[in-house]
C-alpha cells in the first residue's frame, strides 16, 4: 500500500549513459514533483506536473526530460549522464487545489562513473 | 547553486530535554510552512504545518511557530526520543505556485 514509490533505489552507471527513474504515486494526487538532493542534503525542486501538464521546470539541463503518462505516474529520463548528475532523486505528490502537503518517495540514489 | 560551501547545521540534545529547530524563509508572498522529517536512506516525511494566518500550531509533541515579521519558523519537539534523531527541512511555498523552497535543514542528533 506504498502511497508514493519509485524504481529503481540504486542505480550506478556510466557517464554518456542515458537512464530512467519511474515514479508511481496512488494517493488519487494531480500534482506531482521531481527533486535532486546533494551530498550536503539539499532539496531543488526540478519539475512539477499537474494532471499532466508542465508546471514548473527549474533550471535544470535539457538533458532531463520528464514524463508524465497519467495522473499517477512522473518519469524522468536523463540523457548523457554526467559525473554531476550524482544525487538522490525524490518524486512527490500532493493534493490537487490549494497547497498542501507533500508526499515523498523512497528515493532512487544515482551514482554516475 | 544554493548549497555550494554550505554544510549540514546539526543540534545535538539529550534523550528528554527539547529540540528547538529554527529555519529563516526569504519569501514575503509564502503563505503555507511544512516542516518534513528525513531519516537516513528515506525521502522527507510531513511533520506539521501551518498557514500564514496562523503563528502556532501544536501537534503531538511538535509545535511550529511562525513569525511573519522576521520570516522565520520554528519547530520544537517535547521530550526528544532517540527516534527523533534525522535531518529537519522546513518549507515554505505561495498558493498557486507550487514551489516550494526547502531550507538547508538541520541535523537532529539525540544523545542517550
Known amino acids: 500500500d506504498t502511497a508514493v514509490s519509485q524504481t529503481p533505489k540504486y542505480l550506478v552507471t556510466q557517464m554518456g549513459n542515458d537512464k530512467s527513474i519511474k515514479c508511481e504515486q496512488n494517493?488519487?494526487?494531480?500534482?506531482m514533483y521531481w527533486y535532486k538532493q546533494d551530498s550536503k542534503k539539499f532539496l531543488k525542486i526540478m519539475f512539477s506536473?499537474?494532471?499532466?501538464?508542465?508546471?514548473i521546470n527549474e533550471t535544470v539541463p535539457n538533458r532531463f526530460s520528464p514524463k508524465s503518462p497519467d495522473k499517477a505516474h512522473l518519469n524522468l529520463h536523463i540523457n548523457s549522464l554526467e559525473l554531476g548528475d550524482s544525487a538522490v532523486y525524490f518524486c512527490?505528490?500532493?493534493?490537487?487545489?490549494?497547497?498542501?502537503?507533500?508526499?515523498f518517495g523512497p528515493g532512487t540514489r544515482l551514482l554516475v562513473l | 547553486g544554493e548549497s555550494v560551501g554550505l554544510h549540514l547545521p546539526t543540534l545535538s540534545v539529550q534523550e528528554g530535554d527539547n529540540s528547538i529547530i529554527n529555519c529563516a524563509y526569504s519569501?514575503?508572498?509564502?503563505?503555507?510552512f511544512i516542516w518534513y522529517k528525513q531519516e537516513s536512506g528515506k525521502g522527507p516525511q510531513f511533520i506539521i504545518d501551518?498557514?500564514?494566518?496562523?503563528d502556532k500550531r501544536q501537534g503531538q509533541r511538535v509545535t511550529v511557530l511562525l513569525n511573519k515579521t522576521v520570516k522565520h519558523l520554528s519547530l520544537q519537539i517535547a521530550a526528544t526520543q532517540p527516534g527523533d534523531s534525522a535531518v529537519y527541512f522546513c518549507?515554505?511555498?505561495?498558493?498557486?505556485?507550487?514551489?516550494?523552497?526547502f531550507g538547508t535543514g538541520t541535523r537532529l542528533k539525540v544523545l542517550a
Open positions: 512527490a505528490s500532493s493534493q490537487p487545489g490549494t497547497v498542501g502537503t507533500q508526499y
Open positions: 494517493l488519487g494526487h494531480d500534482t
Open positions: 506536473y499537474n494532471n499532466k501538464e508542465l508546471i
Open positions: 519569501n514575503s508572498a509564502s503563505d503555507y
Open positions: 501551518i498557514r500564514s494566518n496562523m
Open positions: 518549507a515554505d511555498v505561495t498558493s498557486g505556485t507550487y514551489k516550494y523552497i
